[in-house]
């Protein structure tokens, strides 16, 4: 799906600079292992399942960096058909509308342009995620307690773009023929926070029936 992805979805649209894993620490191996399987053409339910003997808060690390990056690199391409005039709030459809609230300059939920609430969400996750105390990369230092709690709210707020993007962009995927790799990458996304429980059912409704027709 990486290959995929980049052939189809231009690089130079990438909505946020790509999060790299360091070659040569765990975390890096963990992403070759989960990539490789990816490239394997196994049934994605496989893929995201833990590997024997491997840690769950670094296998959720690895995932929550890299769906980021997908994301990033998906909503990157529709951006430029995503301006105040075309989306003048962040929603899916008529019956969702997503309101930004960071607890610092936005203490109440506050209503956005998609765009605008896009470039909050995306620097807001890069933050969380570049933070050594949250997502730590030396040997020997641990998790957080609360680690799998922001993983939750990070994907939580990523299922949202997947929302914006299927509702209000899905003909400019289809104009650039990538409906297919948008889908597996949604799949790939749906199984891994299924398998661990990391999203309540009720937070993924907008997409119910669509998730129902490809995910089973």
């Known amino acids: 799906m990486a290959l995929c992805l980049g052939q189809v979805f231009s690089k130079d649209k990438t909505f946020r600079p790509r999060k790299r894993f360091e070659p040569g ?13 990816l490239k394997s053409g196994l049934d994605l339910r496989k893929v995201v399942q833990l590997p024997e003997g491997e840690n769950l808060n670094d296998w959720i690390a690895v ?30 459809g008529l019956r969702y509308e997503y309101r930004w609230q960071d607890g610092d300059d936005y203490k109440r939920p ?3 342009p998609a765009l605008k609430y896009m470039n909050l969400l995306m620097d807001w996750i890069e933050s969380l995620i570049n ?14 307690k609360n680690f799998q709690q922001v993983c939750k709210k990070i994907l939580s707020r990523l299922f949202r773009v997947f929302v914006h993007v299927y509702i209000h962009h899905f003909d400019s995927i289809c104009s650039m023929g990538a409906e297919a790799h948008i889908n597996t990458c949604y799949k790939h996304y749906y199984y891994f926070i299924s398998e661990f429980s990391l999203i309540d059912h009720s937070e993924l409704e907008p997409l119910k029936a669509m998730t129902e027709k490809i995910c089973n």
Do not use: W
């Open 25 to 37: 620490t765990q975390r890096f191996e963990l992403y070759k292992k989960a990539q490789a399987s």
């Open 63 to 92: 995932h929550v960096v890299d769906f980021f990056n997908r994301i990033n690199l998906i909503y990157g391409t529709v951006s430029e058909y995503c301006t105040e005039r075309t989306c003048p709030i962040m929603s899916g």
């Open 131 to 144: 933070n050594e105390d949250i997502f730590p990369t030396r040997v020997g230092v641990p998790f957080p």
């Open 110 to 112: 506050t209503k956005l």
